[in-house]
């Protein structure tokens, strides 16, 4: 889980042997993929087990996780341990946070919105979930097609439960970019949304008037929209 005393044993180590150039790389390298096997085995087990103590689970890069024992880190490419992660997702009623996050790794691409992109398994477990009610996207493009899967997949199974949406530094939100549309039309099919946080996004004046217009329904329950740092133009 994401306790920062682990976060910085892993920076530290990057520091050890720097002289030894493209071997300390190597190493580095090497230890920062066993820290994440255990992190993933252990958010896992953790949701597989129903745990209570875990509230949320953080898709990304590990030193930028929530500091919070109540929250998982996980970040894999590999399609048969995401499809694990799925199906214990699936089952699991505690979880109420989904945070995924596109920041980069020191080592290695940390987008953990594109680690899940097609995988069926996964996104059939995610709409078997019916706790989570926290979505957040951070440093992600909104115009992929993973977005899409994502936001499908709480349309199909538990938008009932979505209250709360926040996008912090997320890209592909201009008209050209594809994002507002798969945002706003999820957004019209999640009544039940009381609050929406965008911040440090790059926004189009037509893509917000698209985004308020898609939660301004009768059927919609919107109490809060946060703004902070929006570029319109």
Known sequence: ?????????????????????GDDESDSSLREEIFLQRFNQHATQQIEQNDPALKGLHMGN????YDSHQVGVFLSFD?????KLG???????QLELLSFD???????????LASVSGNSDFFRGLEQN??????SFN??????????QVLNAFDEGNDSHLTHLSLDRCGGLGSDGGGNDILASALRRFPHVKEISIADSDIEDGTMENLLSAVS???????ILKLGGIDTG
Request: with cysteine; aromatic share 2%.
């Open 79 to 83: 399609d048969a341990n995401i499809a």
């Open 102 to 112: 596109g920041t980069h790794g020191v080592n290695r691409p940390a987008n953990g």
């Open 217 to 223: 329904g009768p059927r919609h329950h919107l109490e």
């Open 130 to 135: 019916s706790s989570i009610n926290y979505l």
């Open 1 to 21: 889980m994401a306790h920062r005393g682990e976060e910085s044993e892993i920076d530290h180590r990057h520091d050890d042997g720097g002289e030894r150039g």
């Open 87 to 93: 199906e214990c997702i699936g089952g699991n009623t």
């Open 62 to 65: 590990i030193v930028t996780a």
């Open 139 to 148: 440093h992600c493009d909104l115009s992929l097609d993973a977005a899409r």
